[in-house]
């Protein structure tokens, strides 16, 4: 059973326009979630995460938002460059378990196109 | 960068044989993680540890074994190689989680593992 879905495949969108990648999950236990960035070849990167105490959190051109009561979550990169180009995975996790696991969607390709 | 490296970083193998990967970690983190990439299904969990000695099994866990006898190292080993074993593996530790640091993971460059 999949806890973390991500069920955009992949995403398309114009250089200097809106990127908004979504994430539902289904475990109500979830309570701290995280978006990673990877690029072909190399090890996911951290690029930001959000406690369920907060709807939103903004990191330069990255802001991600949670809304609880639908367990959705949403990453949008504003403007989008071609260097944002890559996997998008979304990640959730238990913060109060004994032990720190993340539990991954499968990923989005987003293209950023000049 | 969390100082991970990972090694080997390509490896081909035939079916049948031991494969044993590693992860070495130089910040003295106490958690350690070994997840395997693949198409339609992201990012699966094998092993993690949680101290020297101290190891537990994630969603994806059958045909692999783990061990971490320091605190820097933290090895996967496939006993008997298989071709759905055929894979990028990822290792990871957590950092942060204390005095307002965000609490995350890092992740090495990964070994792509061809068992053919």
């Known amino acids: 059973d999949q806890q973390v879905k991500q069920n955009s495949p992949s995403l398309s969108v114009q250089e200097g326009r809106i990127s908004i990648l979504n994430c539902d999950y289904t475990n109500s236990m979830f309570d701290y979630f995280l978006w990673y960035k990877k690029y072909p070849a190399e090890g996911p990167t951290f690029l930001i995460s959000i406690s369920s105490i907060k709807d939103k959190n903004e990191d330069g051109r990255f802001t991600v938002f949670l809304n609880k009561s639908a367990k959705h979550l949403s990453l949008h990169i504003v403007p989008s460059q071609p260097g944002d180009s890559a996997v998008y995975f979304c990640a959730a996790t238990f913060s109060g378990g004994s032990n720190y696991k993340l539990t991954f969607g499968k990923g989005t390709l987003l293209t950023v196109n000049p | 960068d969390a100082g991970i490296t990972q090694s080997p970083r390509h490896k081909v193998t035939e079916t049948g044989t031991p494969v044993t990967l590693r992860c070495h970690q130089t910040?003295?983190?106490?958690?350690m993680y070994w997840y395997r990439q693949d198409p339609g299904h992201g990012l699966r969990l094998i092993h993690y540890?949680?101290?020297?000695?101290?190891?537990d099994k994630g969603e994806v866990s059958d045909g692999y074994s783990v061990s971490r006898s320091k605190t820097e190292d933290f090895l996967l080993t496939l006993e008997s190689a298989t071709s759905s074993q055929t894979s990028v593996y990822f290792c990871?530790?957590?950092?942060?989680?204390?005095?307002?640091?965000?609490?995350?993971?890092?992740f090495g460059p990964g070994t792509r593992l061809t068992v053919l």
């Open positions: 910040e003295n983190h106490r958690y």
């Open positions: 540890s949680y101290g020297v000695k101290d190891t």
């Open positions: 990871a530790i957590r950092k942060g989680g204390q005095r307002g640091e965000t609490d995350t993971q890092y």
